[in-house]
């Protein structure tokens, strides 16, 4: 086997265990960790056959310990998601085998097939992307799985909201001041509850001005499957755009995934409140967030510029509620 890099060397058992569901006469013959990622480990396998031809394959294997104690229940969640998305338009990756509790590898792990395409995380064409993204959710959103996953969880309250340094003091208490209100009453839909840019794979075209330019190729990391509101997991791509790109990228999301005939909240406060909720939930993981996207090509985007584009944003959604 040959390393493409060291760090992404796959440990002994688990190089085992994916052999054994591989072709005969198959081996990995180079392995490459896949970055950007929080919560596990990312390793794209390239598979080579008898006949010289090869295909790809990707790992993922929770090592975290702040993860580890989740990941049967989290490697279960996206295998029914893989399996159900099996027989949609979706372009998820296909299931090759899995184990949840480490009963054959050093760490809980699944093995699935890879799908063409790259995360594109730049500023550029930004505003070309926007409406591929929402008309994905949009289609997520329409499946309906015969057996429904679990109900989300939202971790984030009042009193663990973490108001950035030099934010608008104001501004915060005012959306603290939201999540205090009841959950609004909602209409339960199938949800990715990650779906943002780092999770979605675009074609690009090499040459520009040549074809019909990008197009998704692939959504990926099922782990979070739940059964909730739309609003969640717009307002979840909303603050993943707004902190990537800018505050009005936001709004345009939300707009756009309307315009692609998804549904949100029926009253303008029951809308606040998610948009709101889910902006809060990143003041809890601003460093974690921002290092995965200098890693993925964004050195920029330090934890501060981060933070500072959070209180813009929920500035924003506080002036202007859709």
């Known amino acids: 086997m040959t ?55 990707v790992l993922r294997s929770f090592v975290d310990p702040v993860y580890l104690a ?24 296909g299931l090759v085998a899995v184990d949840p509790t480490a009963a054959r590898c050093e760490y809980p792990s699944l093995l699935m097939t890879h799908l063409p395409g790259r995360s594109v995380l730049a500023d550029a064409g930004v505003a070309a992307r926007v409406p591929l993204l929402a008309r994905q959710l949009a289609a997520i959103h329409t499946v309906r799985p015969a057996q429904r996953p679990r109900e989300y969880v939202a971790l984030t309250t009042a009193d663990t909201v973490v108001v950035p340094e030099g934010a608008d003091a104001a501004a915060w208490a005012a959306a603290i001041d939201v999540l205090r209100r009841p959950v609004p009453s909602w209409q339960g839909r199938f949800l990715h509850r990650d779906f943002q840019p780092g999770n979605v794979l675009f074609e690009v075209p090499t040459s520009p001005g040549v074809g019909a330019g990008e197009r998704i190729s692939g959504v990926v990391d099922w782990a979070s499957t739940s059964w909730g509101p739309t609003d969640l ?90």
């Not at 960790?33 to 008898?50: D, N, P, Q, S, Y």
Request: overall charge negative.
């Open 70 to 93: 989740h990941a049967g229940e989290l490697l279960e969640r996206e295998v029914g998601a893989l399996r159900l998305l099996a027989g949609t338009d979706v372009p998820a990756p």
């Open 233 to 322: 997991d717009v307002a979840h791509c909303s603050t993943n755009l707004a902190l990537l790109h800018g505050p009005e990228w936001g709004r345009r999301f939300t707009e756009a995934y309307q315009e692609a005939g998804g549904e949100l909240a029926g009253t303008a406060s029951e809308r606040l409140y998610w948009r709101l909720r889910s902006a809060l939930a990143f003041s809890e993981e601003v460093e974690p967030v921002a290092r995965a996207w200098r890693e993925a090509g964004r050195p920029e985007l330090t934890a501060r510029a981060v933070e500072q584009r959070l209180d813009a944003y929920v500035t924003a959604v506080l002036d202007a509620p859709a």
């Open 3 to 57: 390393n493409h890099d060291d760090a992404a060397a796959v440990r002994p058992l688990t190089l085992a265990w994916v052999s054994r569901h591989l072709a005969d006469g198959e081996r990995i013959v180079r392995t490459e960790a896949l970055h950007g990622g929080i919560t596990a480990e990312m390793r794209r396998l390239t598979v080579g056959g008898r006949d010289g031809s090869t295909r790809a394959l």
